[in-house]
Every structure is written in C-alpha cells, then in structure tokens.
C-alpha cells in the first residue's frame, strides 16, 4: 500500500521544502485555441469562442473554440474511424503510446503546473505536488495494463466498448483528463474528451502533447465548450460509452438522456463526506487531517470531508484547535508557493458558496471564519466552520463545494454511522480512531465508495474509485477502471 503524493506535503512540512515561486512566463499560454480533431487543430465550424480567466486575478487568459453539434460530429466521426486502427493495434503498441504520454507529461511537468494554478485557481503547491504527478502516474499505470489485459480478465474474451464521451469538471481539469483518456486508451477504446469551460487550458495542452506523441489521428480528440458541447457529445448516437465527472444535477440529465439508447456511463457525481473522530483518536493528527480533508483545493473536491463529527467528550478541544488552524492558514494568490488556499474557481461558484453561508446563518448554525484578508481582486472565500448544525439543514445535506466545514457531536457508533450515512451521498468517509476494530466497524457500515483510516485524501492510479446512492455508479482507477471500458465474453 505505498501512497504516493499524499496530502502530507501540504499546509506544514511542505513549506520549508517549496523551491522558488514560479511565474508565468515558464508557461506559454496562446492567445488562442482550436479544436483538436483528428490529430489537428481545427478552428469551430460555428466560428464562436469564449475566454477562460485567471480566477485569481480576472484576467483573460485566453480564447477558446466552441465546438458546436457538427464540431462534436466530426469529432466523434474521427474518433469511430480511428477505432478500427487503434483497437486492433498490438496491445504492447498501444501501451507505448501510452507511456509515451506519461513521458511528455512529466518533461512538461512545471509548465502543466504553472497553467492548472493560472486556469483555475488551485495553488501551485498543489498543482506541482499533487495533481501533474499524479496525471504522470495515471498514464503510466494504464500504460502498463495494455498488453495485460488477458490477467486482468482472466479467461473472458475482453472487447473494448469503442468511442467514449467523456465530459469533465474543474476541480482536477488535468487529473480527470488522466483518469478517463489513459484507462480507455489502454483497453483499446477512442475517445471524445470535453474539459470544463472555465478549465480547458492544460487539455489542450495534452492535446498538444498527444499530437507530438504521434498518436494516430482521431485516437484522441479534445473538444471545448460548455454545458452544450456536453450535451451533444452525450446525445450523439454513435458514441458508445460516457464517462462524466461533475455535479449530481448534470449526472441525471445524462441518465435521463442515455436511457434506452444502450450507452454504457460511468458517473462520478457529488459528495458529502463525513469526516468522524472518536474521542480515543490522535487528536492533533485528527485536526491536521480534518483541515486538509475540507480545505485541500479550496473544498472543490467531491470527496472532501466536509461534515466533521466529533465524540462529545473531545468536541471543545477540536473545535479550539481546528479555530486556532483557520487563523493560520493562508488564503491568496495561487502561484506563491506559501499560499494554502488558492482562489475559488469561478464567480458562479463563489456565488453559490456565498450563497451557502447565507443559508447556514439564516438554519441558526453559528460562522466562524479566520480572519484573514482576502485579495481585492479575484474570487476568494475565507476558510469557515458552522458549529451548531442540525442534521437537517442544507448545510449539512447539500454539496457547498467550498471551503465550508460543518460540525456536529456525537455520543456512539451507530449514532454517528446514521448520521454519517444520512446525506444523499455516498463517495467518502473518514474515520479517526485509536482502535483496529472500530475503524473495521465503520468501514463496513459506512455507505462510501472509499473510508479513510486516520489519513484523508489519498489518491492513487491503483484503487479504484466512486460513490453509492447520488455520488454515482461505476469506478475509476486500478483494475475496476479497466472494467468500465470493455466488455466481456464468455467462452464455454
Ligand atoms: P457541471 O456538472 O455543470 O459541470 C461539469 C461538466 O459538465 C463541465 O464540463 C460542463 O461543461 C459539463 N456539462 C454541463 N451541463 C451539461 C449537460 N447538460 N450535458 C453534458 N455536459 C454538461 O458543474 P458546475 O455547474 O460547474 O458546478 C456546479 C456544482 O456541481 C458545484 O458547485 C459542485 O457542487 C458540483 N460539482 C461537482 C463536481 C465533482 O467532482 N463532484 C465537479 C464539478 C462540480
Ligand atoms: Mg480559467
């Protein structure tokens, strides 16, 4: 179980270890980008483009095509006549595609980090330490299953599924490109991948790396545009699977939108985990792990923990600490290394977190913010606990997706396992505890895809990943990742 590019880098030892601030200008960011189909870059048959933004700052960073209906028509067209060339390819060939990918991503690491923290807003620690080595990882691992796949699925005749759609959010823009473009290369698969719209620039630049790893054209197209290009990719009738990552709201649309067409989906949806310490817990590890559990990437995580549960005997010493590591925490630009919480991704999500607090007040739960100074420009949110929350309010029910704690007591396990299982969701759990049985306990009952014992937010390309109930259906990462892009035949 060796964990890589755990979260431990961030927010105390990491600082001492930061290397000089990056500026932009280690990252070339054109003034303008096409579509990229059948391994070129092609201007929008609609000729519209949008801008992306610094959310840090609200600057433009950069034009960007929107790919209308017939865009995604031809996109999906290149990716079906790729398929012919590319799911016959010898295994061992496709993997070294695969590989190279990897590669390039890792000699253009500095660069995709510098872009991801510019585009969205994340700080560059985490860009730099998390998200790009972990997209290196991903790629090399699904490189290494292509011409394995007979192990993986021992004595079944294994097919690929042929052209996915795949639609991704904003929150990882680059680590969901990883997570859906390497397992479905690997199995054979082509693909047809929208990122974000307010985070297309590091695609892009992976559609650039793509082209110099000289896939076969149309192995591989990346489209952008927003919520339309989304849903045409998903309605097109020649797509064959769809692989989506964002909110639950969309997650139904396209389960609405596929059924009875024969569409395979995989669906990573929302979340509102339920961080739990036990009053034998290593407190100060626990606090540590509670701040990195919400705060990590500015709480735009589907599986933060955004609900802490605390044993009533140990409540008042949590909360103190928790409120004396609020005050420490450092909000602001996102490519100064020291910075712990970047900006929030989009006006649109800062509205809605804004929102969110509003509502807090108003259900009777006591705010506590830091009261740190936030940056005249840009979209910024101060670190924020609710104490005094009652299961039932939307605080405690509904995805905020910001840096928004809320904290509740309780007094025994299966006190806390309803609580904890009483959302709509069921992505993440994590557990503090002294104990082995307690933490068996709780991962059985616990209705998540994933539970954390005494560590929150680890990550890596070998386990897989994704929810119960409205998290979604289907798992990304390890061996289940390769099941969600093939089919099985049985020869008796
Ligand atoms: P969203 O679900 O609208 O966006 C995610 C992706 O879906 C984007 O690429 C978007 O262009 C695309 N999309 C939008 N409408 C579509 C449609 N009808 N058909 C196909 N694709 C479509 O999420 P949004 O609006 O950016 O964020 C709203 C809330 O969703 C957040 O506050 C958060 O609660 C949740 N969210 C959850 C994520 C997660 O990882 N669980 C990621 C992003 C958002
Ligand atoms: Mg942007």
Redesign the pocket.
């Known amino acids: 179980m060796a964990r890589n590019n755990t979260l431990k880098l961030k927010f105390d030892s990491a600082r001492k270890y930061a290397p000089a601030p990056e500026s932009r200008s280690a990252a070339k960011i054109k003034d303008q980008y096409e579509l990229f189909i059948n391994g070129k870059f092609e201007k929008p048959l609609g000729k519209k483009y949008f801008d992306t933004i610094n959310p840090a700052t609200e600057e433009k960073l950069s034009r960007i095509a929107e790919a209308n209906e017939a865009d995604v028509d031809k996109a999906v067209k290149a990716a079906r006549s790729a398929f012919g060339v590319w799911s016959k390819m010898v295994p061992k060939e496709r993997g070294k595609y695969i590989f190279r990918i990897a590669r390039m991503v890792q000699e253009r690491a500095r660069e995709l980090a510098i872009v991801e923290t510019l585009d969205g807003g994340k700080p560059i620690r985490e860009s730099r330490d998390f998200d790009i080595p972990v997209v290196g990882n991903h790629f090399f691992y699904y490189a290494g299953w292509a011409d394995k796949l007979e192990y993986a699925f021992p004595n079944r005749n294994v097919q690929p599924l042929g052209v996915a759609g795949q639609?991704?959010?904003?929150?990882?823009p680059l680590l969901?490109a990883a997570w859906k473009i390497a397992p479905a290369l690997a199995t054979g698969n082509t693909v047809v991948l929208?990122?974000?719209?307010?985070t297309p620039l590091t695609a892009l630049l992976l559609a650039e790396i793509i082209q110099e790893a000289d896939l076969p054209p149309g192995v591989v197209n990346i489209i952008t545009?927003?919520?339309?290009?989304?849903?045409a990719?998903?309605n097109h009738p020649d797509i064959n699977k769809i692989a989506?990552?964002?909110?639950?709201?969309?997650?139904k649309?396209?389960q609405r939108?596929i059924a009875g067409t024969g569409k395979k989906a995989t669906l990573?949806?929302?979340?509102k985990a339920a961080n739990i310490i036990f009053d034998d817990a290593p407190i100060d590890q626990a606090v540590e792990g509670v701040i990195n559990g919400i705060f990590f990437n500015q709480g735009?995580?589907?599986c933060a923990g955004s609900r802490l549960y605390v044993q009533e005997s140990v409540y008042k010493e949590v909360v103190r600490k928790l409120k004396d590591r609020l005050e420490t925490l450092i909000v602001g630009d996102p490519m100064d290394k020291n910075t712990d919480i970047g900006a929030i991704?989009?006006k649109?999500?800062l509205d809605?977190i804004n929102k969110y607090l509003k509502i807090g007040v108003k259900e009777g739960a006591e705010m506590y913010q830091s009261s740190v100074d936030l940056p005249k420009k840009g979209f910024f949110c101060r670190p924020t606990i609710f104490t005094n929350v009652a299961q039932s309010n939307r605080i405690s029910q509904e995805?905020?997706?910001?840096p928004v704690l809320t904290i509740q007591t309780f007094r025994t396990d299966d006190e806390v396992i309803e609580k904890a299982n009483n959302t709509p969701y069921g992505?993440s759990a994590g557990v503090w505890t002294d104990k082995g049985s307690k933490i068996f306990n709780m991962t059985i009952k616990l209705r998540a895809g994933v539970v954390w014992a005494n560590t929150f937010n680890q990550f890596d390309p070998t386990s897989p990943f994704g929810g119960y109930k409205e998290?979604g259906y289907g798992r990304e990462g390890g061996l289940h990742g390769l099941g969600a892009y093939v089919t099985l035949s049985n020869v008796v």
């Not at 545009?225 to 849903?231: D, K, L, Q």
């Not at 990573?268 to 979340?271: M, P, Q, R, S, T």
């Open positions: 639609i991704i959010p904003w929150n990882f969901m929208k990122p974000a719209e307010t545009g927003a919520g339309a290009t989304g849903a990719i998903v989506f990552t964002g909110s639950t709201d969309v997650g649309i396209i939108a990573e949806l929302g979340g735009h995580v589907c991704n989009s649109q999500q809605q995805e905020i997706f910001g992505l998290s």
